[in-house]
Nanobody, 115 residues
């Protein structure tokens, strides 16, 4: 059974930082394309950052220079460091694992940024 469990969300003031973690079981993260997505109220889910199996990273323009995705193969986890947070970063953040036509999702963790 595949499980992706996110943690690390919370409430911070603008300019603050958070570190989200996604612990995977049932899959090996280093052979999957791992990503962090977010969904704000009444908005579409959007890709925030991703890391491929060979380590290539990609970021949404809105978070470039502020967020950093990383993968720890020994712990089978993927993290997302969120710095210089803005109120518009408020959303539920989801971890996802994709390979070929298969994808898995976590349950999400709430990030709330106040001005």
């Amino acid at each position: 059974q595949v499980r992706l469990v996110e943690s690390g969300g919370g409430s911070v003031q603008a300019g603050g930082s958070l570190r989200l973690s996604c612990v995977a079981s049932g899959i090996i993260v280093r052979i999957y394309d791992m990503g962090w997505y977010r969904q704000a109220p009444e908005k579409q889910r959007e890709l925030v950052a991703s890391i491929t199996g060979n380590g290539n990273t990609n970021y949404a323009d809105s978070v470039k220079g502020r967020f950093t995705i990383a993968r720890d193969n020994t712990k089978n986890t993927v993290s997302l460091q969120l710095n210089s947070l803005k109120p518009e970063d408020t959303a539920v953040y989801y971890c996802a694992a994709k390979r070929f036509w298969t994808d898995y999702w976590g349950q999400g963790t709430q990030v709330t940024v106040s001005s």
